[in-house]
Nanobody
């Protein structure tokens, strides 16, 4: 069982930045998939960023160049640095990992970007 706790969300003006954190109870080295998802109000939960064990990352089209996913194995924490935020970036952000045959997710953190 892996527990994930997201934090770092809040209210920010357009053009601002936030850094989301996802503290994990397990060893990041055991995770084969690490992702951040976003769920806008009334919409589906969509992947925005993913990092692989190799360190390679991929991003949704709308966030590429503005968001950066990273991990700190010593702290067992996953990050999402979000720059040049836009109102469309608003939503609940969730981290999600795959470990030993199961997916795990947290409760999410709310991000609101005002215009």
């Amino acid at each position: 069982q892996v527990h994930l706790v997201e934090s770092g969300g809040g209210l920010v003006q357009a053009g601002g930045s936030l850094r989301l954190s996802c503290a994990t109870s397990g060893s990041i080295g055991s995770f084969t998939h690490i992702s951040w998802y976003r769920q806008r109000s009334g919409e589906t939960r969509d992947m925005v960023a993913q990092i692989f064990p190799s360190g390679d990352a991929r991003y949704a089209d709308g966030v590429r160049g503005r968001f950066t996913i990273s991990r700190d194995s010593a702290k067992n924490t996953i990050y999402l640095q979000m720059n040049s935020l836009e109102p469309d970036d608003s939503g609940v952000y969730y981290c999600r990992v795959f470990s030993r045959g199961s997916y795990y997710g947290g409760q999410g953190t709310q991000v609101t970007v005002s215009s």
